[in-house]
């Protein structure tokens, strides 16, 4: 069901990207991309919260208690209430003072943008008191009832992009209006649910301290994590518009999207698994936990790696298709922007373990610490006229860094998680995989003209190589037998 979801929010996905482009124009297109990062800056509380939820409300389905269940639910919700008005104070004060004072926008589209902000603080408040239900449908491991509920949502979005071509207002307040109705609707979606189906789900206000601080103090460390990641994306995004302006933050919103896409069939694996480490922890079964990390890198990654090897060979290809006028450096940006993805991707499940434990102080710290410091030294970077490309190299390298941290600190807090074990088991089959196969692809790029025929050939050669390879390289004597098994009993079925 998530990869239904996937495949059908990717498609529509990349038409509305294509359209919304278009429609709205570079200039309006990076408006709206750089003036919701001035809310995203606020939305990184948004995504602690969550987390903490999600863990919390996990972890008490791993012990079947479910009167600390409810507690935890109606802790979150109060919280979550909380959190809503910190925000609302910072975006109508600072949010809108660097709005108006520190981005370079057009003044005849000022009042377009002071629209645009304010729909998207609306926009983050409905998320925050949304987080609560997503957490209990993820916790509970209904991912059908998920993935049915964001399909329903893709196609709102689309439904919206088609009318915003017909429109006769301004198109870029239209757009927002559109994205601001589908999130009450979502809101209500889930609500719905929840009530109905989890006795958990009935907000009683609380002021439960044995639930309320561990849940603040977790979220607390993992906001200073999170809070680091988003200022860093959207810092280097502002920088750009400062020192390049909206072109290129159109350029970085493209590659954002497509890093998003890229992203999106790793995050089904870990979205499916991510329950099933924190119960399994919280059972004590931390042979079964290591398990799970040590699988989902190797198929997370193996998953990336069939997408990612074709659309960065064949990125000037994808993109000149795709968006017909393609903004300055998004090939440039793109590429790196995925290879960022790749690497993030084995970091965000090495600390599913690390959030398994609930010991995430010194985690949260360094790599929100390294993430930061891309700012600055972008800053300086542009200062000295250097190329807006190398923020995002900066990137994938600093990730990596962080990747290697979240491992050292999981091999402290589970004895169990060991690093050597994980990189000869995990990593560097992947590596060798992966290297192989694009290799490959490379060679015989320069023999094939037709960019159609060569970005279908090199699809189908990467895919084989990658599993031929995983078989023989990756997979463990039971998963092949596994795989035997399963052969032969389509072939006795089908005879």
């Not at 989890?198 to 002021?207: A, H, K, M, Q, V």
């Not at 094939?448 to 463990?476: C, D, G, H, M, V």
């Amino acid at each position: 069901m998530l990869y239904l979801r996937m495949g059908i929010s990717m498609l529509v996905s990349l038409y509305t990207s294509r359209v919304v482009l278009n429609t709205l124009g570079v200039n309006d297109y990076g408006i709206y991309n750089v003036v919701g990062g001035v809310v995203a800056l606020f939305g990184f509380i948004t995504s602690s919260m969550s987390s903490a939820t999600s863990r919390f409300l996990t972890y008490d389905l791993g012990l079947n208690d479910l009167d600390n269940l409810r507690k935890t639910f109606s802790a979150a919700i109060t919280v979550h209430a909380i959190v809503v008005i910190v925000i609302l104070i910072l975006t109508e004060t600072l949010g809108l003072w660097f709005l108006e004072n520190k981005l370079v926008i057009d003044p005849l589209r000022m009042d377009a943008a002071r629209i645009v902000y304010h729909f998207s603080i609306i926009n983050s408040i409905i998320s925050i008191f949304l987080s609560p239900y997503t957490a209990s449908v993820l916790s509970h491991e209904r991912m059908n009832i998920f993935a049915l509920f964001e399909i329903i949502i893709v196609f709102f979005n689309l439904i919206s992009v088609i009318l915003l071509i017909h429109t006769s207002f301004d198109k870029l307040i239209t757009y927002a209006t559109f994205l601001l109705i589908i999130s009450f609707i979502h809101f209500g979606m889930y609500i719905f649910y929840c009530r109905k189906n989890f006795t958990e789900c009935r907000f009683r206000f609380s002021t439960d301290k044995s639930k309320i601080k561990p849940m603040l103090s977790f979220s607390g460390w993992d906001l200073y994590g999170n809070m680091s990641v988003v200022a860093r994306t959207q810092g280097v995004n502002m920088l750009l518009n400062v020192f390049f302006g909206t072109v290129l933050n159109a350029a970085s919103g493209i590659a954002t999207q497509i890093q998003g896409a890229l992203s999106s069939f790793a995050t089904n694996i870990i979205t499916a698994v991510k329950p099933q480490v924190v119960k399994s922890y919280a059972a004590e079964n931390y042979t079964y936990t290591t398990f799970l990390i040590y699988n989902t890198v190797k198929f997370s990654s193996l998953l990336l790696l069939i997408i990612f090897i074709p659309i960065v060979i064949e990125m000037p290809f994808i993109l000149k298709v795709w968006l017909i006028n393609v903004p300055e450096y998004t090939v440039e940006l793109s590429r790196l922007t995925l290879l960022f993805a790749f690497i993030a991707n084995i970091s965000s499940v090495v600390m599913s373990g690390i959030h398994a434990t609930g010991i995430i102080k010194r985690s949260s710290i360094w790599n929100g610490t390294i993430y930061l410091s891309v700012i600055p030294i972008t800053y300086i970077a542009f200062r000295n006229n250097s190329s807006p490309i190398i923020p995002f190299i900066i990137n994938a390298i600093f990730v990596g860094i962080g990747a290697s941290l979240n491992m050292w600190y999981l091999s402290k807090y589970m004895k169990e998680f060991k690093i050597l074990t994980f990189l000869q088991k995990s990593i560097l089959p992947i590596l060798i995989i992966g290297t192989a196969s694009f290799a490959v692809c490379l060679i015989i790029k320069p023999y094939l003209n037709n960019e159609w025929l060569r970005l279908i050939l090199i699809f189908i050669l990467s895919t084989y190589i990658i599993f031929q390879l995983s078989y023989s390289f990756l997979l463990s004597d039971s998963q092949r037998s596994m795989i035997k098994n399963y052969t032969k009993k389509w072939k006795t079925k089908k005879h």
